[in-house]
């Protein structure tokens, strides 16, 4: 990714970002609404940066994206920093024998 397309998806919006995901999954608006249960205009005014979805749905969300909650949130370099910690959490978590939910990371600075 050229550095020029980076910075554009670093500065995004959350309405932005998530429209992205979604048409990248081949997602339409209305099919992305009726498997949350919720309402196309919902869809459309969270796209629009016009309201935020409940927290509630951002774990559902996450999950039809197939991302975690910190990648649908995060954008450059907060975005990087939890895709590094996901994949050492990953790497932990097999190393020791565990899943990564149970691996748990803290960063002093």
């Not at 910190?70 to 190393?95: D, M, V, W």
């Amino acid at each position: 990714m050229d550095q020029v397309r980076r910075q554009d998806i670093s500065a995004e919006s959350f309405g932005a970002r998530l429209r992205r995901l979604r048409s990248a999954k081949g997602i339409t608006q209305s099919e992305f609404a009726a498997a949350l249960s919720v309402s196309t205009a919902a869809v459309c005014s969270w796209e629009q940066d016009r309201s935020r979805p409940k927290v509630s749905r951002i774990h559902a969300i996450a999950a039809l994206l197939s991302l975690s909650t910190a990648e649908l949130l995060t954008s450059g370099p907060t975005g990087q920093l939890h895709e590094k910690l996901a994949q050492s959490r990953e790497e932990i978590a097999r190393i020791a024998g565990t899943t990564p939910e149970k691996v748990r990371i803290i960063i002093e600075v």
